[in-house]
T-cell receptor
Framework: DAGVIQSPRHEVTEMGQEVTLRCKPI?????LFWYRQTMMRGLELLIY????????DSGMPEDRFSAKMPNASFSTLKIQPSEPRDSAVYFC???????????FGSGTRLTVV | GQNIDQPTEMTATEGAIVQINCTYQ??????LFWYQQHAGEAPTFLSY????GLEEKGRFSSFLSRSKGYSYLLLKELQMKDSASYLC????????????FGTGTRLTVIP
């Protein structure tokens, strides 16, 4: 089991550019979560999917953020246009339907300059 | 909504015992979790409490009091490798049983 795989590990981009973060959940996990972590606010839930369907995106900061899950093994989080305040570590996590254990990916450290 | 509070930073000595407290308010409590996160790494699961009392797992123990909205993580025989952030998270059944995290406590273990 390779765990939850995120790419890239680090991303540095200029303000105004589009950024796409990628996640491959653990096979067989029904839920996928995108979190953002900052020093000030800790881990914040942005959006989650159940069986590839977005269930709650109320944590998405604004319309510049969007997320998709086209199939059970792949999800993307897109920021367009990016702003310096988007700089944070973005984590993807997955879990089974009846399980309580979340498995986190290694995260993507995003820096917008 | 959810409100989770824990101290921002703590320092303890190698070999000692440290207790990290967490208080929470949530409308649909359905379990409390502790995660460990080393700098630059992903959070990893440490413990889970859903009933009142103490859960022990090696050098780590976690306690829960649902009536007080209170939990603590106890680390014994501290080692330098225990220097990390410790995240308290509550599972909320009104939030689809999702996890909501506190901002974490950064523990520094000194020789």
């Amino acid at each position: 089991d390779a765990g939850v795989i995120q790419s890239p590990r680090h991303e540095v981009t200029e303000m105004g550019q589009e950024v796409t973060l990628r996640c491959k959940p653990i096979s067989g996990h029904d839920y996928l979560f995108w979190y953002r972590q900052t020093m000030m606010r800790g881990l914040e839930l942005l959006i989650y999917f159940n069986n590839n369907v977005p269930i709650d995106d109320s944590g998405m900061p604004e319309d510049r953020f969007s997320a998709k899950m086209p199939n059970a093994s792949f999800s993307t989080l897109k920021i367009q246009p990016s702003e310096p305040r988007d700089s944070a570590v973005y984590f993807c996590a997955s879990r089974k339907d009846r399980g309580y254990g979340y498995t986190f990916g290694s995260g993507t450290r995003l820096t917008v300059v | 909504g959810q409100n989770i509070d824990q101290p921002t930073e703590m320092t303890a000595t190698e070999g000692a015992i440290v207790q990290i407290n967490c208080t929470y308010q949530t409308s649909g409590f359905n379990g409390l979790f502790w995660y460990q996160q080393h700098a630059g790494e992903a959070p990893t699961f440490l413990s889970y409490n859903v009933l009142d009392g103490l859960e022990e797992k090696g050098r780590f123990s976690s306690f829960l009091s649902r009536s007080k909205g209170y939990s603590y993580l106890l680390l014994k025989e501290l080692q330098m490798k225990d220097s990390a952030s410790y995240l308290c998270a509550v599972r909320d059944k009104t939030g689809a049983n999702n996890l909501f995290f506190g901002t974490g406590t950064r523990l520094t273990v000194i020789p």
